[in-house]
């Protein structure tokens, strides 16, 4: 079974970093494209970036030029390094696959919470 643990997160002032890290077992890793979610109190969950298997990456307009994934394949770890981070980051951050089919169970997320 396909187990997902996100970690990483925590408190941080508006304009600090934080890097969230994706660990993915029972599953081929290396050839999916991995995704980088979140979901605000309230809101439904979004996609912040996803990354090939070959490393192109692709990023939400609202964390462009701020957020970087990145991946390591022989770790079977996807990761997320958040830059210049603002109050509207805060949220619950997941990993699963960018695909039509991704894992049916998501991981229990990180929470990111960021003050003004």
């Known amino acids: 079974q396909v187990q997902l643990v996100e970690s990483g997160g925590g408190l941080v002032q508006a304009g600090g970093s934080l890097r969230l890290s994706c660990a993915v077992s029972?599953?081929?890793?290396?050839?999916?494209?991995m995704g980088w979610y979140r979901q605000a109190p309230g809101k439904q969950r979004e996609l912040v970036a996803y990354?090939?298997?070959?490393?192109?990456?692709n990023y939400a307009e609202s964390v462009k030029g701020r957020f970087t994934i990145s991946r390591d394949n022989a770790k079977n770890t996807v990761y997320l390094q958040m830059n210049s981070l603002k109050p509207e980051d805060t949220a619950v951050y997941y990993c699963?696959?960018?695909?039509?089919?991704?894992?049916?169970?998501w991981g229990q997320g990180t929470q990111v919470t960021v003050s003004s």
């Open positions: 990354i090939s298997s070959s490393g192109n990456t």
């Open positions: 699963n696959k960018y695909s039509i089919s991704p894992y049916r169970n």
């Open positions: 029972g599953s081929s890793f290396s050839g999916n494209v």
